[in-house]
């Protein structure tokens, strides 16, 4: 496979190939289903036939890619192989790599980075109950802590129950200061420790918000609020405003970024428990339903298991054992 050995060959250094084998394991369950029914698929048919679309396709669907980017991705794979008379299947799997790749990137400049600032960098955190919001943002608060930055975590989920606390204990085991009081106002919160990020020169502030999408006026009043309060105390902030969402919820987490992109200016995807999922392919449906990017994959439990998203490793992770 080129592409894919092209990919492999990308990642020459020692914390490169460690980030590479992280992709690797987290996305195994996704790989095991997805191209071992890829490789039965062309060790049935060795031409390329209507049939053999049909069923790419719904293998395709089945890895939770998303109904509209399949049949974008089929017609793409059609006029190729009738372009480059393509014939055997087993030339056909090439182009499929290459394909997921053109899908997701779609002559966009994808900016999977943080836009830090030269003072301190605000990061809204956003998402429904249970996708693991918080573990999120004590993850991250220790991936920029390993980075040299100094971090506050703010606890402005008043909602859930447990949730200042949950945040409190992570910033203990990881030693990160958290802001919290004991006001129900999720802004008043927001306000204290901004005030407090500035005083004592943090370089990044994290975010906690409740997760409640049940009624959308409220969120989007409360979202306007913070955002207003954040605004007035840090001009052009937040600088980030990132949608978490459990890839193990597959399609319901697509209609959840839709929903989040009409209530806020969402700036990038968290992707949590992808390792958890043999539907790992909810990556491409959401770039190409939502068109927002993801900048962080779930790949472990781990505090360090938090990872900058890179289409080239997804990739290499995905199609690995293609064809073997």
Known sequence: MGLINKFKNLFNDKSQKEELESYDKGLEKTRKVFTSQLNLLNNKHKKVSEEYFDELEEILIMADIGVNTVMDFIE??????????????????????????????????????????????????????????????????????QEGKKVLMIAADTFRAGAVEQLITWGEKLKIEVSSNNSKDPSGVIYDGLQKAIQDKFDVV???????????????????????????????????????????TGQNGISQAQNFKTITNITGIVLTKLDGTAKGGIVLAIKNDVDIPVKFIGLGEGQEDLKTFDIEKYIYGLFKEIGE
Do not use: C, W
Not at 211 to 226: A, C, F, I, T, Y
């Open 76 to 145: 793409k794979l059609k006029k190729r192989v009738k372009k480059e008379n393509i014939i055997d299947s087993k030339d056909l799997l090439d182009i499929i790599v290459d394909e997921m790749f053109i899908i997701y990137v779609n002559n966009d400049v994808i900016v999977n980075k943080i836009n830090f600032q030269k003072q301190t960098t605000v990061i809204l955190f956003v998402g429904v109950n249970g996708v693991g919001k918080t573990t999120t943002i004590a993850k991250m608060g220790y991936k920029l802590k």
């Open 206 to 248: 994290l975010i906690d918000t409740a997760g409640r999408l049940q009624n959308k006026e409220n969120l989007m009043s409360e979202l306007n609020k913070m955002n207003k309060v954040i605004g007035k105390i840090i001009p052009d902030a937040p600088h980030e405003t990132l949608l978490v969402i459990d890839a193990t």
